[in-house]
């Protein structure tokens, strides 16, 4: 887990980095995107009791992911490197006793330390991880995936306005979610070769 977790970290760093050089110390309030997601989560799982609704689990799943690239950004502080962090999560997690409640209620309990602590709890979202019935390697791959994309997006001109995301009918995260399939997470070249199949995929259906 903890190879991962550094993983992770590294490339959130990396794609923070893009939107400014000296992130950490602008002590963006990373915490209130984390709690803003929370809100998002929670409508799409349902919470009108005066209509019928039926969770979307699939949707709620990946704002939890969204949630988890705020989340990790939260942790970060000057002085700090991602190995300690890492081993910080790590531990959070172990020492957590799980709280086995519903959705709505862990979503809830992790919004609520959101904003009285103004940071993030890995063992609240990981009760929120057991309550979607999100596993850890479903966030690792999920959360690999979608950080090459927002990377290819970037590199294909999303910020100039030129980028294509549709793509033969379908949105780029649905072509992502595609090539993810098949892939190897544990492969140490998995975020490279989503960016090739990204960029394959893309280059056949866009540019040629």
Known sequence: ???ALVNMLTMQDRMNTRVHENWVQ????????AWIECGELIDHYGFKWWKKQVPDME???????DIWHFGMSA???EGKDIDTIAEEIAADIE??????????EATEALALHCLQTRSFS???FWDLMDAAELDFET???SYVGKNVLNFFRQDHGYKEGTYVKDWDGMEDNEHLVELLAPMDSSDPQFADHVYWALEKRYREAVLD
Not at 26 to 33: D, G, I, N, S
Not at 95 to 104: E, F, H, M, T
């Open 95 to 104: 020492a957590r006793s799980p709280s086995a409640l519903g959705v709505r």
């Open 26 to 33: 602008q002590h963006f309030e990373w915490y209130r995107a």
């Open 59 to 65: 949707q709620v799943r990946m704002e939890a992911i």
């Open 139 to 141: 966030l690792y791959r």
């Open 75 to 77: 942790l970060f502080v």
């Open 122 to 124: 890995p063992a609240l």
């Open 1 to 3: 887990m903890k190879q």
